[in-house]
């Protein structure tokens, strides 16, 4: 057991600060939120072929489809309207292409490395098994270059989601993706859909995301989930407390963003030079889905000229994955 006493760490215990004991030698196995509460106290090691993954397995409700996809994650040249960019992306796209199910499918995803690094993916907010969860030295072997991993398992919950590397500054590349999980049983009270990808851009641009992360670390400044694994290290030190982190009245979207200044703003990888541009009719009801990648950046998000009636304003239930990145409570 780490020494970091329950106690001491405050109820602001997190998903990083989970990692954090998790790379201490214990693997917890479950839904994400059983792996977290039944950490402390008896912590028994589950294994992923362990009686009780298999017995949450089979109790989880399935549709029996299958949806099989394959990403591959390589360097990439791509433009993001008026700007073209090196970068890394899922399938050489910003964002990477969108995987789009059901709830209580089965999903399957051959994730094939060809950067020059080891990577994961991690399915951001999903409560998955805990073997799929993409996080490297913790719930699987990095996926290291040249070779590929194979994902599987029945995604849960409908709602808004994404997935990411979980090495490194990673996901300040492109590598990110929208993943929409479907529920049947919702009436669907909109005529078109849209999934907005929002993302603060540094990578062939300005600063590598990889300098920010130095940088801020030697200035120790947190740096939220900018850096993923690697801030662990300095979290919570140099009387850093996560209450610095959380929202409050003052400051409803918390108090470490905004740390970093990128060159540019993306909806759906492109600038507002040359924006994502939705097309419609009038009366129509769009359904938003909207995704916050960016790794330091919390938006206030407005639909400009729309009218002030309440439908404009009426919001459609989102999944657990849906809130500022860089807080990471969800993954
Ligand atoms: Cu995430």
Redesign the pocket.
Known sequence: MPSSSPSREGKSLDRRRFLKFGTAGLVVVGGGALAGTRFFGDPTPVGPGGAAVSAAEAGRATTGKVVRRQLRAAPATVDLGGRTVRTWAYEGTVPGPEIRLSAGDQLQVRLVNDLPEDTTV?W?GLALRNDMDGVPGVTQDPVAPGTAFDYSFVVPDPGTYWF?PHVGAQLDRGLQAPLIVEDPAEPGDYDQEVVLVLDDWTDGWGESPEAIVERMAREGMDMGGMSGMEDMGHMGMGGMDMEGSMPSADQPLGADTGDVSYPGHLINGRLPQDPFVITSAPRRRIRLRIINAGGDTAYRFAVGGAPPERDAHRWFPRGPGGGR?SD?RD?
Do not use: D
């Open positions: 991690h951001h990411h990145h990471h993954g």
